[in-house]
């Protein structure tokens, strides 16, 4: 098949076949006259091979779904059902981050149980966000995002992008302390929503960014843990895991240490 697709437009004889793949002639008719019955091969009257309709109408649906989903899900689904915390796919396209395949845990053991479909959501690949798909990058890649953050951030944002990809894996971080800040904001209701939603998100980006190695001690607190899938040397994914919990620094290694394995699952799918 591969020989004929490569051959494209061009007609292949049983000959070519043979020459090709090294395949012996009666082996190779009996591939061929199976192809030809279910449809994926087309053999004309002058006995050259083409591709078949059939062939041509299963892969242009092929073509449609999403490769890296496709390779990365059944690992999502599997950290969902080992950890019992809800994770998600975050996939690149540009600098647009799309957020899909949400998976939480439910009552069977089966990794197909899914979470109530929730809304496709797309952010922007700006710091300090997406830390796992920079980590990684080139040098010119990370001096580009690191120049968009204010200037007293980079050098957190530096040394964390390093502490990533030693660790294998970003983690989201909100302490108790800005939780009640947030929390106390969500109970002004003299503060219009639009302002207050606004103030939200100002706090959000104003924690602490990610852990330093000598910062992950004692009891942290862990919106998500996200690592990176990689297709060749570029990251092109990330498969995030979403305890939004305080537990102990321990906990949240292990964790890390789970969602780096899963990913790295995904990528080895993803490379076939």
Not at 100 to 126: K, W
Request: aromatic share 4%; proline share 7%.
């Amino acid at each position: 098949m591969k020989l004929l697709v490569e051959a494209s437009s061009d007609t292949l004889t049983l000959a070519d076949v043979v020459r090709a793949t090294g395949i012996p002639r009666g082996t190779a008719h009996a591939i061929v006259t199976q192809l030809c019955d279910l449809g994926w091969v087309t053999r004309h009257s002058d006995n050259s091979l083409t591709l078949g309709v059939d062939f041509l109408a299963t892969s242009r649906r092929a073509a449609r779904v999403d490769i890296v989903a496709a390779a990365a899900t059944p690992h999502v689904a599997a950290l969902v059902e080992s950890t019992d915390i809800p994770a998600f796919l975050a996939q690149r396209r540009g600098d647009t981050i799309t957020v899909t395949d949400h998976l939480a845990p439910g009552p069977s053991p089966s990794p197909t149980v899914t979470s109530p479909a929730a809304p496709v959501r797309h952010m922007e690949l700006r710091p300090p966000l997406c830390r796992e798909f920079i980590a990684w990058a080139d040098d010119d890649t990370r001096a580009a995002w690191l120049n968009r953050a204010p200037a007293d951030q980079r050098p957190r944002l530096t040394a964390v992008l390093g502490a990533i990809r030693e660790r294998g894996y970003s983690i989201e971080r909100i302490t108790d302390h800005h939780r009640a800040i947030i929390d106390a904001l969500g109970d002004l209701d003299e503060m219009p929503a639009q302002v207050r939603a606004r103030m939200v998100d100002l706090v959000s980006e104003l924690t602490a960014i990610d852990y330093l190695p000598d910062e992950l001690v004692d009891e942290v607190g862990a919106v998500s843990l996200g690592a990176p899938i990689f297709d060749g040397d570029v990251v092109v994914a990330a498969l995030v895991s979403c305890p939004d919990r305080t537990m102990p620094a321990a906990r949240v290694t292990a964790l890390g240490d789970a969602v780096r394995r899963a990913a790295a699952a995904a990528t080895a799918a993803l490379a076939g």
